[in-house]
């Protein structure tokens, strides 16, 4: 059984790689595509799968399955419940490491300070630097552990005589390792674009009068300001400026700098007469 998590972000290039394995798979083999909606699957591999649709868990589901599971107090197991928006793993990393969560406050605190362009670049190098140190945490040790296992398995000692082949495959290690590293990062960055999606969808239930708990409810202050400085349709837009900087990482390969700079940009907020919304 092969999963995709999230098949919504594969390439084009990707996806015709995928195509054949999809379509002639071996008679044991089951591929298992996951994406937000069927419309995020490229047509050419939708027709060839079968759609299975699943409900993503309440946030009181999720909530109760994480004291019962995890022995976390009522109120962390609410805040990752709501913060995760039905991610059951993501809601594990949240009651398990308060660092994941004080990296997730710093995200989605940065919408109330795009006040100006000075604010908007320190922003973008921010999310950067938070991302990069999740990124870090996660393949550090794993890192580690592989090269530990590389030098068991040619015998290498600190400084002891190496193999002539150990240098090839310690390069050819480095540079997988390498490429994860990027590929995790672009994950986390992805991870922290959503949070800030969900900041100005609270923003947009807020103004509209929704009833229910916002998904930043601990943050509620800040989103009554994004919600009271813009319209519901320029947060709109500032949403569409967030998927916009994602598929320039991810479809493009523009370094996250410069495509976080400019989305950052585009999220300021604007300055008006009077103070009114625009």
């Known amino acids: 059984i092969l999963i995709v998590e999230d098949a919504d972000r594969l390439t084009d290039q990707a996806c015709n790689a995928l195509l054949k394995a999809i379509e002639e798979p071996t008679d044991r083999t089951v591929w298992m595509l996951c994406a937000p909606t069927v419309d995020d699957v490229l047509p050419t591999i939708r027709s060839r799968c079968r759609l299975v649709t699943l409900t993503t868990p309440s946030a009181a589901d999720v909530a109760a399955f994480l004291v019962r599971t995890e022995g976390a107090a009522e109120a962390v197991a609410s805040y990752a419940a709501r913060a995760s928006q039905g991610h059951i793993g993501r809601a594990r990393a949240l009651v398990r490491d308060e660092d994941t969560r004080n990296r997730r406050r710093e995200i989605v605190h940065l919408p109330a300070r795009l006040t100006s362009l000075g604010a908007c670049m320190s922003a973008a190098a921010q999310l950067v630097a938070v991302t990069k140190d999740e990124a870090d945490a996660i393949t550090s040790d794993l890192d580690a552990r592989e090269k530990v296992d590389l030098d068991t398995a040619y015998g290498v000692v600190e400084r002891g005589r190496r193999p002539r082949e150990y240098g090839p495959a310690l390069a050819a290690l480095e540079k997988g390792q390498k490429t994860r590293a990027k590929r995790r990062h672009l994950d986390v960055i992805d991870r922290g674009l959503m949070d800030l999606v969900s900041v100005y969808r609270d923003a947009i ?19 009554e300001a994004v919600a009271a400085s813009a319209s519901a349709e320029l947060n709109l837009r500032r ?28 999220l300021q907020t604007p300055v008006s007469a009077g103070g009114a919304r625009r």
């Open 239 to 266: 949403i569409s400026a967030i998927f916009q900087a994602r598929e320039q990482m991810l479809e493009f390969n523009v370094p996250p700098a410069l495509a976080l700079e400019a989305m950052m940009v585009a």
């Open 205 to 223: 239930a807020l103004d509209a009068g929704a009833a229910g708990t916002l998904v930043n409810e601990e943050i509620r202050a800040d989103i």
